[in-house]
Each structure stands twice: as structure tokens, then as C-alpha cells.
């Protein structure tokens, strides 16, 4: 088994480190501006399925003073980069700054790459003016992220990992906030103490695995470190846990996203389930500590009136569901690691999962439910121009894509394509997962959800 190696792009602002990434990537994901320090948060992308490459200027907390951001980031690069590309302004001399970057970048013993940005400008320094920082010269290039120039050399020299050796291997990423009880059902799934159990918070600073077999199957489990809000991690050591936290959404094919039922849920749980859909990737919400929650009444955790015979329980299930209801596919476990309540029931939920990532569903049932949803609901437009969707076809699987053709598609309201999405689920829930869509227009315009 094998990870993908993470590749970290540092360097000063407006060296067009977001312009690489958005390049190797094929897609805007950085906010690419001509003002400095606009990166403001982790923005990272799986490249061809070899590496994943990691914008660090989003670490670097904008209220801080120059010098200490570029530490930062460099320290956060150092502990968590498998390589480092250390990344200039082809056209500008180095400072004292750059020599400082470069010189802890080589002190970490990584591989480290010197990429020259902007060469497609014709105003590139000579390689011989950065030599003095300490890079090998077969380990300096030029590149261009406007044009391309030169990307594709720099590469063909960046690790090639893979994300498994054996397709059949399930991978399960636990993800959540720091303290919520990861390392405790890691070590419950896997039965042996491999994660230290700490009630101090953030004590995972890495991505433990274990093994093992269920009905078969081999899965593989990851424990990650948390994630507190942006404002709230510490320099250095918490900072790089939160990229090796992203690295492992990517990884995964199934994340598990925990939620403490002894705490109310945060605009971070909603963003960590947002970024585990983004990257495409089955999810179940568990919810953990449930002989904590047993003994409990509503009135402790969530300020209301206990109504009834409803208990904690149906009260925190309200709340996920108010909370999350972005998720309506995602199943909802309650768990204990403590008295081990429901622990393998998300062995049984992956497999199911799995499955439907895998699913797919044929043409002409998929264009019977397209015709239904433009008679049932007719798609608006704009003064005489109306969008008319003509025929659907699936494209992908894990997860399950699906091609929208017709003309004057790009006039299509995301309320009608959430509409088509709903209609596909009443017949194929595609329980945990979620399913995206292309719409592709008669002139080859294209919109993605």
C-alpha cells in the first residue's frame, strides 16, 4: 500500500504559485490575482493521479508580519512535503528572503526543485544568477503556468505514487475535529492500540493505517489529525496535521466524518463535509461518544424542553439533519467506542457505499427520468431564450458523473439541476455519494456542478 507523495509549492507572494497548481491541475481551484498574498486558504489538487501538490501560501495567516508568515510556511512545507518546489519570479533577483526559503528547504534533506515562473515574459534572469541559493542546476526549471511552457518537463520529475497497489482495497479516512474520538474507533476497527489515545486534543499529527478484513474485503483504515478553525490552529505542527488531514479526503474513497454527540456542530464540521463532496468521495456521518449521549437529557447539550418520550438521541438527530441538510444521502451512524455500539455497522455502510460509487445506470432509464423532470418542472429562461436539456448519459463512476446535452444549457438554474438530481435519487438513491453532473451545450459551452 502506498500514498500519494504530497508536493508543496512555497515561495513569496505573486511568484504565480497558484497559477502552477491551477495549471498541473487543468482547472481554476487557487484565486489567481495580480495583488500579493491572495491566497487564503489550503488549496491543494490531486495531479494525474501520481501526487498531490499543495499551494502553501494559504497557511501563512495574512494579520501576521512578512517574516514570520514565510516560516511558517516553510515550516509547515518541511514537516509535511514529501518534495519541495521552491518557486521565483523568473524575471526578479532573489533576496535575502528567498536564500532563506531555500536554504531550510535544502536543510530538510527532501527533494527540492527550484521553479522559475514567468519565463514566457522573455525577461528571464540567466539560471546563473540562482545558483548562489544552493539548487542543483538539473534541479532548476523554467516554467510558465500562463502558457504552459515547461510544466510537463518539471512533471516528468515529480514522484509518481499511487493511491493503491490493489484496486479491491476500500480506503477509509476518519475525519473530524480534533478530540472527537478518531483514534479511539481507529483503534476499535482495528483492534490493536496503533493510535495514542490522549484526551488532550490534537494528539494525531499524522495518518495512521491499519488493515483489515470484513466479509472478504480488505479496508483500510486512516486516523487523521483534527481540524480547528483556520483562526484557531497553532504555527508549525497543527497546520501541517491539517494538510496531511486534506491529503487523506483525497486519498480516501470513503470518508467517515465524526461528530461528537456531547458538542454541538460547528461551521467546521459543515465545511470539512463540503470538502469531503468537492473532492467526490462517499461519506458517513458517525456520530460518536453515544454512551455519553444515552445518559444524557436534551436539555444538556441543546437548551430545549425534553417533549414527550424523545430523548438526547432524536433531538441530535434533528439537529444533523438541520445542519447537514446538504447531505440528505448521507447515512447517519451513532456510535460508541466505549461500549462498541454500531463499530462494525460502518464496515456494512462502506461496502454498501462502495457500491453505489461503482454504480451505473443505463441510458434510457436515465434520458425516462430527464423527459419526466423537464414535463413535471419545465426549465426557465431568459426572455425568448429557453434551455432545453434533450438527453442525459453516465460518463463515470466513483463517483457516479452524469452528461447533460441540449442547447442553451449554461441558462439552467441550479434550483432545476438540483430538481433533475432529486428526481435521479427518488429511483437510484446512490445512498452516500455524491453524484455529479456536466451540462454541455448544442455550441460545446460546458457547466459543471
Not at 481551484?29 to 495531479?47: F, H, S
Amino acid at each position: 500500500m502506498k500514498k500519494l507523495p504530497i508536493v508543496a509549492l512555497i515561495g513569496q507572494t505573486n511568484a504565480g504559485k497558484s497559477s502552477i497548481l491551477n495549471r498541473m491541475a487543468h482547472k481554476n481551484i487557487a484565486i489567481v490575482a495580480r495583488e500579493e498574498g491572495t491566497t487564503r486558504d489550503n488549496v491543494m489538487a490531486t495531479i494525474d493521479d501520481s501526487f498531490i501538490l499543495i499551494d502553501t501560501a494559504g497557511l501563512k495567516d495574512p494579520n501576521d508580519d512578512f517574516e514570520a508568515s514565510i516560516q511558517d510556511q516553510i515550516t509547515d512545507a518541511i514537516d509535511a512535503a514529501d518534495v519541495i518546489l521552491v518557486t521565483l519570479d523568473s524575471a526578479k533577483y532573489f533576496d535575502h528572503r528567498d536564500a532563506r526559503i531555500a536554504k531550510d528547504a535544502l536543510s530538510s534533506g527532501k527533494p527540492v526543485y527550484l521553479v522559475l515562473n514567468k519565463c514566457d515574459l522573455g525577461e528571464s534572469l540567466p539560471v546563473t544568477e540562482f545558483r548562489a541559493l544552493g539548487i542543483a542546476p538539473e534541479n532548476i526549471y523554467y516554467v510558465s503556468a500562463t502558457t504552459g511552457q515547461g510544466i510537463n518537463k518539471l512533471k516528468s520529475v515529480l514522484p509518481k505514487g499511487k493511491v493503491s497497489q490493489n484496486d479491491d482495497v476500500l480506503k477509509i479516512a476518519l475525519i473530524g475535529r480534533p478530540n472527537v474520538g478518531k483514534s479511539s474507533l481507529f483503534n476499535t476497527l482495528g483492534k490493536k492500540q496503533q493510535a495514542i489515545v490522549s484526551s488532550r486534543q490534537g494528539t494525531t499529527r499524522d495518518i495512521n493505517r491499519v488493515t483489515v478484513k470484513y466479509k472478504g474485503r480488505e479496508l483500510e483504515i486512516l486516523d487523521t489529525a483534527g481540524l480547528r478553525k483556520p483562526g484557531k490552529r497553532e504555527v508549525g505542527i497543527e497546520k501541517f496535521s491539517a494538510i496531511r488531514t486534506l491529503a487523506a479526503i483525497e486519498e480516501a474513497d470513503i470518508c467517515a466524518l465524526l461528530v461528537d454527540s456531547t458538542e454541538p456542530h460547528s461551521k467546521l464540521d459543515q465545511s470539512l463535509a463540503g470538502q469531503i463532496v468537492e473532492a467526490g468521495k462517499g461519506i458517513i456521518m458517525v456520530v460518536t461518544k453515544s454512551d455519553l449521549l444515552d445518559e444524557a437529557t436534551p436539555t444538556n447539550y441543546f437548551g430545549e424542553e425534553n417533549v414527550g418520550n424523545r430523548t438526547a438521541a432524536d433531538f441530535l438527530i434533528d439537529a444533523l439533519e438541520k445542519d447537514f441538510d446538504f447531505l440528505p444521502y448521507a447515512p447517519v451512524l451513532i456510535t460508541s467506542s466505549e461500549t462498541g455500539e454500531n463499530v462494525t455497522q460502518l464496515f456494512e455502510l462502506a461496502l454498501e457505499i462502495d457500491q453505489n460509487r461503482h454504480m451505473e445506470v443505463k441510458t434510457s432509464d436515465l434520458n425516462k427520468i430527464l423527459n419526466e423532470a423537464i414535463v413535471l418542472h419545465p426549465p426557465a429562461g431568459l426572455k425568448n431564450t429557453r434551455p432545453k436539456p434533450k438527453y442525459i448519459v453516465q460518463t463515470d463512476t466513483c463517483p457516479p458523473w452524469f452528461v447533460v446535452h441540449g442547447h442553451e444549457l449554461g441558462l439552467l438554474h441550479w434550483s432545476w439541476k438540483r430538481f433533475l438530481e432529486r428526481k435521479i435519487r427518488e429511483k437510484y438513491p446512490f445512498i452516500g455519494t455524491p453524484i455529479m453532473f456536466s451540462y454541455r451545450s448544442d455550441k460545446n459551452s460546458q457547466d459543471k456542478k
